[in-house]
């Protein structure tokens, strides 16, 4: 059978499977809706946490990025496990035991400020929009390419599934298909990583294979030592060896790790467990299942670029395999002869290089260029619409509750019932699904920019909030406004200057500090301490009643001792 | 009740910092700041510097989560705080029936 039809069958199946999920786990009540009943069991959670978290960039950018970047990927991969260390233990369980609905909902009684609320309102959707715009992104190439429709029919046919299951179940019946796209998504993974270890190495775990030796086949020698050699011997930078500055690396990895501990759609995720001890189990499992793959990817991401190397470079265009013809017709790989020899030279000097690799490919063809079965690669295609899709439906019900609950319900017409909070809950998850499909259509340049930068601004604006109003008594609405108002606006600044208005400044002699725009959510993070910190000096502490909360979150169980 | 909250909270503190600790040595000392010195060690295809990078450190984080529910545990129990309801399940119900 051929991908496209492979690729139908797994698609076919999969999207069954999520919509009869959905049926099944419909939402009656608002508790439902935005926290699945407090009900889930943490094992679970943390299944649909890892899906949740793991998003189209993940899953097929992730380790194309760490194949062109070498050592330096690792601030994707501690960046991006790391901040579970600070979710689970500065944050989850205490925001369990605060129990409510929403992360805005704990920074606006917290800091009993009605301003301070529609600030949070304002950071969440601002982060979960401009992330949901690239999931629908990727779920649009996905289909293109593996199912030969375009990118807008692709980009419906997501927004209708997204649209139905999250409209239906709300919290409780994307929790229950993020359990299953997780399952989906790692075996997607994991069995092309697999076969192209056991093919390369000889040995089935990916892990293992990328520190062993290469088969007689691909020319022997450790794999990691020949990928060193072949990148320098073609002009391209020591794979094993760091590239950019130390400094720059240290401040991308604490933004990364900050904004995943910030960013809503993961922490709400903790408010649907039973209890505190559960929030703790789930956010271990949920980190299990994300070092799955995370593992992985770097693996794949040496195995990935010794098997391009080797497969194309210097070898005649019209000899070429055919799934390089057939990526060539996305635009995602091109050749271009400069010196007319008609074999392709792929080198480190950019006068010379006459291939251009798309980073996205190195995932999505990988099965593809080791001459994996047909099912493996159509697999691949499930995995990164299970990816893309489970995080597009977390982000979306983000979204859906800042408004229905945050927005009307707790902010403006608090006398709402809990009907009509909950048709308004609907109307803003399909006013989301809308928009976000809209751009995903028809992207601007910066949507895909920007998506990198949602952390820096979670780390900057949530992150510092909520563990000062955990871990910091005496921390006033004041303070807690000033420092997020300032964490936003500098990090955003930041970005906008290097970004927009002064693109030709964008490199490591421009940057202040050498701190690249990636990285600057750290320096964000810094002055959103500082200046709640001053702030929080000079003006009154807070009521004795938000004290008394404060005091409460911090015990777990019901014998609260006053 | 209200000095064994302060001393639990405060033995909470300590469990927290200490792993923490842990957490930043691993990630940003082993694997980013001395990422090169230890390139020299090496096992097996891996430089120790790149190897903790990219697969070591995921590793400890996981363990660090592991130890943090199994220390926390205990401190539950021996301030017999039990979290075996639903915690918080109250207020969301008092919510529900004022609604």
């Known amino acids: 059978m051929s991908v496209q039809t492979w690729t139908f069958i797994f698609v076919f199946l999969t999207f069954g499977l999520y919509i009869g999920i959905a049926v099944w786990s419909r939402a009656r009540s608002t508790s439902d809706f935005y926290v699945a009943g407090s009900d889930v069991p943490p094992l679970a959670n943390g299944m649909a946490t890892a899906a949740d978290w793991m998003s189209a960039a993940s899953f097929i950018s992730m380790a194309g990025l760490i194949s062109f970047l070498g050592r330096d990927g690792t601030f ?79 980009v419906i046919i997501g927004m209708a599934i997204v649209f139905f299951y999250a409209v239906m179940g709300g919290m409780k019946g994307i929790t229950y298909t993020q359990v299953a796209q997780y399952c989906v998504l790692i075996f997607a993974f994991m069995v092309p990583a697999i076969f192209i270890s056991i093919l390369m190495t000889g040995v089935a775990i990916p892990q293992v294979g990328f520190g062993s030796e290469l088969t ?5 020698g450790y794999l990691l030592d020949r990928l060193d050699g072949m990148s320098e011997e073609l002009g391209f930078a020591t794979y094993t ?9 240290f401040f991308i990895t604490a933004a990364l790790m900050f904004g995943t501990a910030g960013l809503p759609h993961v922490i709400i995720r903790f408010f649907t467990v039973p209890n505190v001890r559960d929030a703790r189990r789930s956010a271990g499992y949920a980190l299990i299942f994300i070092a799955i793959l995370y593992t992985t990817a770097p693996a794949v991401a040496a195995f990935a670029k010794t098997n391009l190397i080797n497969t194309v470079d210097n070898v005649e265009y019209n000899q070429v395999p055919e ?23 792929y080198v480190g000097d950019p006068e ?57 319900k707790r902010s403006f017409s608090p006398s709402m019932t809990e009907r009509q909070e909950l048709l308004y809950a609907r109307i803003a998850i399909f006013v989301a699904v809308i928009i976000a499909g809209y751009v995903g259509i028809n992207p601007p340049a910066y949507v895909a920019q920007v998506v990198a930068y949602a952390f820096g601004l979670a780390a900057a604006s949530f992150f510092p909030a909520i563990v000062l109003g955990i871990f910091q008594k005496r921390m006033n609405k004041h303070g807690a406004i000033a420092g997020m108002l300032t964490g936003f606006l500098f990090t955003a600044g930041y970005i906008i200057f290097f970004k927009t208005l002064n ?26 301490l500082i200046a709640a910190y001053t702030v929080s000096k000079f003006t009154p502490e807070p009521p004795i009643e938000v004290q008394e909360i404060v005091q409460n979150i911090r015990l777990p169980g019901e014998t609260v001792s006053r | ?60 984080f996981v363990a660090l989560i592991y130890i943090y529910i199994y220390l926390m545990d205990k401190l539950d129990d021996k301030y017999n705080l039990e979290s075996t309801k639903k915690d918080g399940a109250d207020l969301i119900n008092q919510k529900g029936a004022s609604e």
């Open chain 1, 76 to 154: 994707y991969l501690m960046g991006w496990t790391g901040g579970y260390v600070l979710l689970a233990l500065l944050l989850a369980p205490y925001l369990r035991k605060f129990g409510k609905f929403t992360v805005p909902d704990f920074i606006g009684d917290r800091y009993y400020s009605k301003l301070a609320r529609l600030i949070a309102v304002f950071c969440a959707i601002t982060i979960s929009f401009v992330y949901v715009c690239g999931q629908m992104q990727g779920a649009g190439i996905v289909f293109s390419r593996f199912l030969e429709v375009d990118i807008t029919t692709g």
């Open chain 1, 216 to 220: 007689e086949s691909f020319g022997g």
């Open chain 1, 323 to 345: 799934w390089f013809t057939k990526w060539e017709a996305t635009n995602l790989i091109s050749f271009n002869d400069k010196n007319s020899d008609g074999r392709i030279q």
């Open chain 1, 241 to 249: 060896e760091g590239q950019r500055s130390t400094q720059d690396v």
């Open chain 1, 352 to 408: 010379k290089n006459e291939l251009e690799v798309n980073r996205d490919i190195m995932v999505l063809a990988n099965p593809e260029i080791a001459g994996l079965p047909n099912w493996v690669v159509a697999l691949v295609a499930a995995g990164a619409l299970a990816a893309a899709l489970s995080t597009a439906a977390g982000l979306l019900l983000v979204i859906s509750t800042a408004v229905a609950h945050d927005l009307m």
């Open chain 1, 503 to 528: 693109p030709s400044l964008d490199n490591p002699e421009g940057w202040w500090l050498g701190i690249s725009p990636e990285g600057v959510g750290t320096l964000g993070t810094i002055v959103n």
């Open chain 2, 1 to 60: 009740m209200s000095g064994n909250a302060d001393t639990y909270w405060k033995s909470n503190l300590k469990i927290v910092s200490a792993l923490l600790s842990v957490w930043f040595f691993i990630s940003f000392g082993c694997g980013i700041l001395f990422v090169d010195y230890l390139d020299q060690f090496r096992f097996g295809g891996f430089k120790l510097g790149f190897w903790i990078a990219q697969q070591g450190a995921i590793l400890v």
